[in-house]
C-alpha cells in the first residue's frame, strides 16, 4: 500500500488538520486579491478616468495571471516539490500586492495585477494538492470544504479594510494585502511540510527521513525502503495503464469543463463587479462596500453548507440545486439592494449558494475519472475554468459601456449559472456516485 492509501485509510491527525488550517489561510489570499480589486474599483476608477471597459481588463488581468500560474507554474511541483513552489509563488504575491499598491499609473498597476495573479495561480494549485493529499477519505470533502471557504474569509478581511478605508486612500487595501501575503510567506517557510506523496515519487536525497518524520508528527508507522520500491513498481504499472485516457474519458471531460467555466463565470462576477454595479444604481459607496461584504460572509460558510448537504443526497444533484438557487437569488438581490438591510440579508445568501458551487465542482469532478488520472483530469478542469473567470468582468465592463444596466448583468449572469443544471443533468450518466449500483453500495 503507498503512503497515500494509507493516508486515506487512516484518522486525522491534529498535525494534518494544522496542514489543511494552513492551505485555508493561504486560499484566503486568493480572495483577498479578488477583492481588493472589486471594493476598491469605485476609487481606482475615478483616481485613473477608467472606462467599464478598462476596469474589466484590469480585473481580468490578475485573472490571466491566476491562469497563467496555475497551468505554467503548477508544473513544477513535480518537479521541485509543492513546498518550494508554494514559497515562489508567495514571493510573487508579495511582490505584485505591493506594487500595485505603489502604482502610478493603471499600466503599471495592471503589470502588478498580473504578477499577483501568477503568484496566486501558482498557490491555488499547489494547495488544493496538499490539502487532498493530507486528508484521509473519510473527511477529504470537509477539509477541500474548509479549504474553499478561506476564499470568503480573504474576501470577508478585504471588504473590512476597504471599509475602513472608504473616503480614504484606497492603496491601504493593497497594502495591507501585501504584509498578509509576506506573513503567509514566512509561517510556511517555518511550518509546512513537503507533500510525503511528492517525496515518495522522487525518492531523493533524504526523502526517506523526511517521509517518516512527517508521518511521526501524523502518528502513523514509518516506511522503509521496500516500502518505497513497491509503491514505484505501482505507478508505473498505473501509468501504463492510462494510455489513451483522453478519448475514454472525453464526454464526461467536455461536460466538467463546461460546468467549471459556468460556475466560475457567476463566482468572478459577484465578487468583482458587484461594489462598482451597486454604486451605479445609486448607493453610496460605503454601502456598496456593506453589500459586498455580505456576500463575501456568506461565502465562508457557504462551502460548509455544501459539503453537509452532500452528506445527505448525491453531491451532482445537491450541485443543482446550488446552481438553480444562486441564480435566482442573484436577481432577487439586485433588485432588492435599494433597502440595505434586504439587500444585505440576500446578499449572504448568494456569497453561500454561489461559493458552494465552487465547492461542489471540486466535489462533483473526481469521481468521473479513474484514480490513476484523476489529477491530471481536475487539474485541466480548473484550468478551463479560469476562461470563465478571466471573461466574466470584461464581459460585463464590455456590457456596461454598451449601455447595459446592473440588473441586466446580473440577470445575464445568472442565465450563465442556472445553465450549469443542465450541463449537471447531461453528466448524470457518467457520474458514478448517480448510478443505482453505487447508491446501493454506499448504502451497503
Same mark, same amino acid.
Given at each position: +500500500?503507498?503512503?497515500?492509501?494509507?493516508?486515506?485509510?487512516?484518522?486525522?491527525?491534529?498535525?494534518?488538520?494544522?496542514?489543511?488550517?494552513?492551505?485555508?489561510?493561504?486560499?484566503?489570499?486568493?480572495?483577498?486579491?479578488? +477583492?481588493?480589486?472589486?471594493?476598491?474599483?469605485?476609487?481606482?476608477?475615478?483616481?485613473?478616468?477608467?472606462?467599464?471597459?478598462?476596469?474589466?481588463?484590469?480585473?481580468?488581468?490578475?485573472?490571466?495571471?491566476?491562469?497563467?500560474?496555475?497551468? /505554467?507554474?503548477?508544473?513544477?511541483?513535480?518537479?521541485?516539490?509543492?513546498?518550494?513552489? =508554494?514559497?515562489?509563488?508567495?514571493?510573487?504575491?508579495? =511582490?505584485?500586492?505591493?506594487?500595485?499598491?505603489?502604482?502610478?499609473?493603471?499600466?503599471?498597476?495592471?503589470?502588478?495585477?498580473?504578477?499577483?495573479?501568477?503568484?496566486?495561480?501558482? =498557490?491555488?494549485?499547489?494547495?488544493?494538492?496538499?490539502?487532498?493529499?493530507?486528508?484521509?477519505?473519510?473527511?477529504?470533502? /470537509?477539509?477541500?470544504?474548509?479549504?474553499?471557504?478561506?476564499?470568503?474569509?480573504?474576501?470577508?478581511?478585504?471588504?473590512?479594510?476597504?471599509? #475602513?478605508?472608504?473616503?480614504?486612500?484606497?492603496?491601504?487595501?493593497?497594502?495591507?494585502?501585501?504584509?498578509?501575503?509576506?506573513?503567509?510567506?514566512?509561517?510556511?517557510?517555518?511550518?509546512?511540510?513537503?507533500?510525503?506523496?511528492?517525496?515518495?515519487?522522487?525518492?531523493?536525497?533524504?526523502?526517506?527521513?523526511?517521509?517518516?518524520?512527517?508521518?511521526?508528527?501524523?502518528?502513523?508507522?514509518?516506511?522503509?525502503?521496500?516500502?518505497?520500491?513497491?509503491?514505484?513498481?505501482?505507478?508505473?504499472?498505473?501509468?501504463?495503464?492510462? #494510455?489513451?485516457?483522453?478519448?475514454?474519458?472525453? $464526454?464526461?471531460?467536455?461536460?466538467?469543463?463546461?460546468?467549471?467555466?459556468?460556475?466560475?463565470?457567476?463566482?468572478?462576477?459577484?465578487?468583482?463587479?458587484? $461594489?462598482?454595479?451597486?454604486?451605479?444604481?445609486?448607493?453610496?459607496?460605503?454601502?456598496?462596500?456593506?453589500?459586498? +461584504?455580505?456576500? #463575501?460572509?456568506?461565502?465562508?460558510?457557504?462551502?460548509?453548507?455544501?459539503?453537509?448537504?452532500?452528506?445527505?443526497?448525491?453531491?451532482?444533484?445537491?450541485?443543482?440545486?446550488?446552481?438553480?438557487?444562486?441564480?435566482?437569488?442573484?436577481?432577487?438581490?439586485?433588485?432588492?439592494?435599494?433597502?440595505?438591510?434586504?439587500?444585505?440579508?440576500?446578499?449572504?445568501?448568494?456569497?453561500?449558494?454561489?461559493?458552494?458551487?465552487?465547492?461542489?465542482?471540486?466535489?462533483?469532478?473526481?469521481?468521473?475519472?479513474?484514480?490513476? =488520472?484523476?489529477?491530471?483530469?481536475?487539474?485541466?478542469?480548473?484550468?478551463?475554468?479560469?476562461?470563465?473567470?478571466?471573461?466574466?468582468?470584461?464581459?460585463?465592463?464590455?456590457?456596461?459601456?454598451?449601455?447595459?444596466?446592473?440588473?441586466?448583468?446580473?440577470?445575464?449572469?445568472?442565465?450563465?449559472?442556472?445553465?450549469?443544471?443542465?450541463?449537471?443533468?447531461?453528466?448524470?450518466?457518467?457520474?458514478?456516485?448517480?448510478?443505482?449500483?453505487?447508491?446501493?453500495?454506499?448504502?451497503?
Amino acid at each position: +500500500m503507498n503512503i497515500t492509501a494509507r493516508i486515506s485509510q487512516a484518522p486525522m491527525s491534529g498535525y494534518q488538520w494544522l496542514i489543511i488550517g494552513l492551505c485555508t489561510f493561504m486560499n484566503c489570499l486568493d480572495g483577498f486579491d479578488v +477583492m481588493a480589486v472589486a471594493f476598491t474599483g469605485p476609487s481606482v476608477t475615478e483616481e485613473f478616468a477608467l472606462t467599464g471597459s478598462q476596469f474589466g481588463l484590469l480585473v481580468s488581468v490578475g485573472l490571466i495571471g491566476m491562469a497563467i500560474g496555475s497551468m /505554467l507554474l503548477a508544473p513544477f511541483a513535480d518537479l521541485i516539490g509543492r513546498r518550494p513552489l =508554494i514559497l515562489i509563488s508567495l514571493a510573487l504575491g508579495t =511582490i505584485g500586492m505591493f506594487g500595485a499598491a505603489m502604482a502610478a499609473s493603471v499600466t503599471v498597476m495592471g503589470v502588478f495585477r498580473l504578477v499577483t495573479g501568477i503568484g496566486v495561480g501558482g =498557490i491555488l494549485a499547489s494547495t488544493n494538492v496538499i490539502a487532498s493529499e493530507f486528508s484521509n477519505a473519510k473527511n477529504r470533502g /470537509l477539509a477541500i470544504g474548509v479549504y474553499t471557504a478561506g476564499y470568503g474569509i480573504g474576501a470577508t478581511v478585504a471588504s473590512m479594510v476597504a471599509k #475602513s478605508a472608504v473616503g480614504g486612500d484606497w492603496r491601504i487595501v493593497f497594502y495591507a494585502g501585501g504584509f498578509g501575503t509576506l506573513l503567509a510567506l514566512l509561517v510556511i517557510a517555518a511550518v509546512l511540510p513537503e507533500s510525503v506523496a511528492f517525496l515518495e515519487q522522487k525518492r531523493s536525497g533524504g526523502a526517506p527521513a523526511r517521509i517518516n518524520r512527517t508521518l511521526a508528527r501524523m502518528r502513523l508507522e514509518p516506511v522503509t525502503g521496500a516500502d518505497l520500491d513497491r509503491a514505484a513498481e505501482a505507478r508505473a504499472t498505473t501509468r501504463r495503464a492510462a #494510455s489513451g485516457w483522453l478519448k475514454d474519458q472525453l $464526454p464526461p471531460t467536455v461536460l466538467l469543463w463546461i460546468v467549471f467555466i459556468t460556475i466560475m463565470f457567476g463566482f468572478y462576477f459577484v465578487n468583482s463587479w458587484t $461594489p462598482t454595479l451597486l454604486v451605479e444604481k445609486g448607493l453610496s459607496e460605503g454601502a456598496a462596500v456593506t453589500a459586498g +461584504m455580505a456576500i #463575501s460572509i456568506g461565502g465562508t460558510v457557504g462551502s460548509v453548507l455544501y459539503g453537509a448537504a452532500a452528506r445527505l443526497r448525491t453531491p451532482r444533484v445537491v450541485l443543482i440545486g446550488f446552481s438553480l438557487l444562486s441564480a435566482v437569488m442573484m436577481i432577487v438581490f439586485i433588485v432588492s439592494t435599494s433597502t440595505l438591510w434586504l439587500g444585505f440579508g440576500i446578499g449572504v445568501l448568494v456569497g453561500a449558494l454561489i461559493n458552494g458551487c465552487i465547492a461542489g465542482a471540486y466535489t462533483v469532478g473526481p469521481p468521473l475519472y479513474p484514480a490513476n =488520472i484523476r489529477s491530471v483530469g481536475m487539474g485541466w478542469a480548473l484550468g478551463m475554468g479560469r476562461i470563465g473567470a478571466i471573461l466574466s468582468p470584461t464581459i460585463a465592463g464590455m456590457l456596461k459601456d454598451a449601455g447595459a444596466s446592473a440588473t441586466q448583468l446580473y440577470v445575464g449572469a445568472a442565465v450563465v449559472v442556472a445553465a450549469c443544471a443542465l450541463v449537471l443533468v447531461g453528466l448524470r450518466r457518467h457520474d458514478p456516485d448517480s448510478r443505482p449500483a453505487a447508491q446501493e453500495a454506499v448504502a451497503a
